[in-house]
């Protein structure tokens, strides 16, 4: 070790504290993955995903892991986990949609945010609306 | 010249209070950290001190080489290093405030922001690619003046360690007169928040009077309940991904431009957009004032950077 030069040898024990640290995260249990409880949570979720976004229809999740929700413009947002927050996407024409069993996979068509899986009670419906965007 | 990196040796002590806040965060707040955005902060903050070596001696030198034209010679001495801390600190609130404020900018600073939480982790959320803006420019008063570059970088190197220990939901208020003067936990949770009525405030560094002086000062608020980021949530833990996202955003939006917008979206605040299609925060904040229904002067007015709200 003492013929690495200082900078990596820094480095490297930079690196190992952050990998400790990130486990130590991990080891916690720090981050729980967030739930939607109800309709208002969905609707605050939603307003913090895009300021101002005026549900007048809302799906969530069976297990709270997302939602779909329709504004009076006809703006379809859809709300999924990101570590401990929710991240949301109003879908453009480019999103696609399909049901696996009873589970609605939904591609917004952005690479790095990726498909939700959401369980809705009425998926046939959300779909419809998904598939007429544009 | 001395060689004295005070960021250097503060490393331990960063890392021993992300450990203290960790345990905090056990006991009290287990939504404060996430492992993944942990992680995501804390190699973003490796990167920088790799970015900054490389660039880092690019910039001294031509530093150094301004340094021969100065205007006085500046001693060392105690009191030379107290004004340059204070004469830094004001070019690092200008710098701020340009990189929220133009897209160019934003796209290096936008990485310091780009992470939900607010912790002592995303205190060293850095960028990697501060060296692709003008940021040092901002510096140069200081160096023609008569500022050893060597002081300046020190002092710079406090100044960064004291906004470390403001990265934190643990602390609610400091002390009324240390509020009224300097940046703190409560002012910097404002700025890192995408609640409409904090977008773009509280660029302070070390101390906040020069968001008082300069119009962009925000308290904050005890019963409304902050979110953090920014307004379009990266939705991914990929590192590269959130490095260089804003500025593959803007090579994509000058190549679809027409040729009389292409450089608006360079240089005019993020957000904004030739067709109106985006939002900027001027726009967010004044649509959220019209829901509220008050009237309040945009910050925009008070900013003589990137003054307009509507698009071009």
């Known amino acids: 070790m003492q013929s690495l030069p200082p900078p990596l040898l820094q480095f490297l024990g930079s690196l190992v504290a952050i990998l400790a640290l990130a486990a130590l995260a991990w080891w916690l249990k720090l981050g729980p993955e967030p739930r939607l409880a109800d309709r208002e949570a969905a609707l605050r979720a939603a307003d913090e995903a895009v300021s101002g976004f005026d549900a007048v229809d809302c799906a969530i999740d069976r297990d709270g892991h997302g939602a779909l929700l329709r504004d009076r413009g006809g703006r379809i947002l859809l709300l999924r986990p990101h570590g401990s927050h929710f991240a949301g996407r109003i879908l453009t024409p480019a999103a696609s949609i399909r049901l696996a069993d009873d589970v609605l996979v939904i591609d917004t068509a952005e690479k790095r945010y990726g498909t939700a899986r959401l369980r809705l009670e009425n998926a046939s419906a959300w779909m419809q609306a998904i598939e007429s965007i544009g | ?312």
């Open chain 2, 1 to 312: 010249m001395p060689d004295f990196s005070p960021t250097e040796l503060a490393v331990p002590g960063f890392v021993a209070l992300v450990l203290i806040e960790m345990i905090w965060a056990w006991k009290k707040r287990p939504n404060a950290y996430e492992p993944k955005d942990t992680l995501t902060s804390l190699a973003f903050g490796l990167g920088s001190t790799v970015a900054g070596l490389i660039s880092g001696g690019a910039f001294l030198a031509l530093f150094l080489y301004l340094w021969q034209f100065r205007l006085f010679e500046v001693p060392w001495t105690w009191w030379a290093f107290a004004l340059c801390f204070v004469l830094d600190d004001l070019a690092y609130y200008w710098i701020h405030r340009f990189g929220h404020r133009v897209r160019w900018f934003w796209a290096s600073h936008v990485n310091h922001h780009s992470s939900q939480h607010y912790n002592l982790s995303t205190a060293l959320r850095q960028t990697w690619t501060g060296f692709l803006t003008l940021g040092f420019a901002f510096k140069l008063p200081l160096v023609l003046l008569g500022f050893h570059p060597g002081m300046i970088a020190i002092c710079a190197g406090f100044n960064l360690i004291y906004q470390f220990w403001i990265h934190t939901e643990a602390i609610r208020r400091m002390p009324r007169w240390f509020e009224a003067v300097m940046n703190t936990p409560s002012h910097h949770r404002v700025h890192h928040a995408t609640n409409p009525r904090y977008l773009d405030r509280n660029y302070a560094g070390v101390f906040i009077v020069w968001d008082k002086m300069f119009g962009s000062f925000e308290a904050e608020v005890d019963d409304e309940k902050i979110r953090y980021g920014i307004v379009k949530q990266l939705g991914s833990f990929n590192l590269l991904w959130a490095v260089f996202h804003e500025w593959i955003g803007i090579a994509q939006d000058m190549w679809r431009a027409p040729w009389g917008s292409k450089l608006g979206y360079l240089l005019r605040e993020p957000g904004w957009t030739h067709d109106g299609s985006r939002e900027t925060s001027d726009m967010i904040r004044a649509q959220w004032l019209e829901r509220q229904g008050k009237t309040q002067k945009p910050v925009a007015t008070e900013n003589p950077i990137a003054g307009g709200t509507e698009p071009a």
